[in-house]
């Protein structure tokens, strides 16, 4: 699976839009590129898929230029809930068992 | 609709015992993935069910583990003996058939924290 890239840790404030980014520059033609979030002593849970363009879901948006080699999940208005680590993934994932790699993260910490 | 759940959510022992833990995963989901973190490090896959039948297993550390998922729905993950190293958090995650959807989305459940004294 494609090695991904993230910065390890990110701050902001209540109310900003947050926007972190993912390199991936080996992903595959058949890869797709999936965002998830983890709070402490709770398991990953699942915030948005993308193949290529643009995704928008009721929590996130998903921005992935022309060459897929980076993508760019995007937080609007974020508060001190959102304060959680999130895991950038590539992967094959139209097909089913295939294992989740997680690296480190990118830890995220909103303030008032 | 119920999200995975995991059973204990947490559970001290001591060297050399045996532990079991369970997962329930969503209804009708065929799919069951064990994953890991031990301390310090990432999570880590274990192994992958189809129904009842293990399809990779590639992520198992040892012989000291033993997972099962008899009928197809609730799986059992048994370390015995177990280890210090074996010490982290335990995560079960499911996913519907692809043929019911266009990919294959794994929802976690909120782990089991094992510690081995």
């Known amino acids: 699976l494609a090695k991904t890239t993230q910065p390890i840790s990110m701050d902001s404030y209540e109310g900003q839009e947050v926007n972190i980014t993912c390199s991936h520059n080996?992903?595959?033609?058949?890869?797709?590129i999936t965002w998830y979030q983890q709070f402490p002593s709770q398991g990953p849970r699942f915030i948005i898929q993308?193949?290529?363009t643009k995704v928008t879901n009721e929590v996130a948006s998903l921005f992935i230029p022309a060459d897929r080699k980076s993508s760019t999940l995007s937080l609007p208005r974020v508060s001190l809930s959102d304060t959680a680590v999130y895991y950038c993934?590539?992967?094959?994932?139209?097909?089913?068992?295939?294992?989740?790699?997680f690296g480190k993260g990118t830890t995220l910490s909103v303030s008032s | 609709e119920a999200g995975v759940t995991q059973f204990p959510s947490h559970s001290v022992i001591e060297k050399g015992q045996t532990v079991t833990l369970r997962c329930d995963p969503i209804?009708?989901?065929?799919?069951l993935y064990w994953y890991r973190r031990v301390m310090g490090k990432e999570i880590k896959f274990l192994l992958h069910?189809?129904?009842?039948?293990?399809?990779?297993e590639s992520g198992m550390p040892n012989n000291r583990f033993l997972a099962e998922r008899t009928g197809g729905t609730y799986s059992t993950l048994k370390v015995q003996p177990a280890e210090l190293e074996d010490s982290g958090v335990y995560f079960c995650?499911?996913?519907?058939?692809?043929?019911?959807?266009?990919?294959?989305?794994?929802?976690f459940g909120p782990g089991t924290r094992l510690t081995v004294l």
């Open positions: 993308g193949y290529k």
């Open positions: 995650a499911s996913s519907q058939d692809t043929a019911s959807s266009s990919t294959d989305t794994q929802y």
């Open positions: 209804s009708g989901h065929d799919n």
């Open positions: 993934l590539v992967g094959p994932f139209n097909q089913a068992g295939t294992a989740l790699i």
């Open positions: 069910f189809v129904k009842e039948s293990k399809q990779d």
């Open positions: 080996n992903i595959a033609t058949n890869d797709y």
